[in-house]
């Protein structure tokens, strides 16, 4: 059993950064962030190999946003920058035992999600 703990959303002006992370207790597996906003379906949004050699971006957030991931700490971090009203969303983090996808059928186990707001 794997679980999930996202922790670093809040509220950022638009230009403004934030870094949000998710603590895992077990095995170390493939992650993913995942996000969805009002009135939306969640999408995927960034993707990183157990190993940590292999990241994959959605094209929206590509040159703004990077995840990487601290194995000795069992924890995966997303750095958002250029942050835009559009990113506005619950930020779920979630993970596969087999390769990153951008399929969110292919997760196993996801974090509560935490909140980020940027404003105008």
């Known amino acids: 059993q794997v679980q999930l703990v996202e922790s670093g959303g809040g509220l950022v002006r638009a230009g403004g950064s934030l870094r949000l992370s998710c603590a895992a207790s077990g095995r170390t597996f493939s992650m993913g962030w995942f996000r969805q906003g009002p009135g939306k379906e969640r999408e995927f949004v960034a993707g990183i190999s157990w190993s940590g050699g292999r990241t994959y971006y959605a094209d929206s957030v590509k040159g703004r946003f990077t995840i990487s991931r601290d194995n000795a700490k069992n924890t995966v971090y997303l750095q958002m920058n250029s942050l835009a009203p559009e990113d506005t969303a619950v930020y779920y983090c979630?993970?596969?035992?087999?390769?990153?996808?951008?399929?969110?059928?292919?997760?196993?186990?996801w974090g509560q999600g935490t909140q980020v707001t940027v404003s105008s």
């Open positions: 979630a993970a596969t035992p087999g390769t990153v996808a951008a399929e969110r059928s292919r997760y196993d186990y």
